[in-house]
Nanobody, 124 residues
Framework: QVQLVESGGGLVQAGGSLRLSCAAS????????MGWFRQAPGKEREFVAA????????VYADSVKGRFTISRVNAKNTVYLQMNSLKSEDTAVYYC?????????????????WGQGTQVTVSS
């Protein structure tokens, strides 16, 4: 089991940037694929980005491609989501999650551990 804690959310103006962090703990944390999802009020949780265990492979939702970057530093057991050129539609609670592999990584059911979420609000 992997425990996840997100940080870095906040209020930012449209066009600005934020970097989210996800600290993972657990003996095998570095072996998991990691993902970010988000959920806006009244909407379903949606996939944002994922990275494989060693950072060599990444996947992005079309809505964030070219603006967001996912990365990880296994020595720190931390995954990051750098968010640039933020838009009001990026406003949501952002969740970090861990999955045993990159198979079906855009599907929430693939992920076995979840953080508590961090709020990101983009003002227009």
């Amino acid at each position: 089991q992997v425990q996840l804690v997100e940080s870095g959310g906040g209020l930012v103006q449209a066009g600005g940037s934020l970097r989210l962090s996800c600290a993972a703990s657990g003996r095998t944390a570095s072996s998991y694929a990691m993902g970010w999802f988000r959920q806006a009020p009244g909407k379903e949780r949606e996939f944002v980005a994922a990275v494989n265990w060693n950072g060599a492979s990444t996947v992005y939702a079309d809505s964030v491609k070219g603006r967001f970057t996912i990365s990880r530093v296994n020595a720190k057991n931390t995954v990051y989501l750098q968010m640039n050129s933020l838009k009001s539609e990026d406003t949501a609670v952002y969740y970090c999650a861990a999955a045993p592999s990159m198979a079906l990584v855009t599907t929430p059911g693939t992920f076995t551990s979840w953080g508590q979420g961090t709020q990101v609000t983009v003002s227009s």
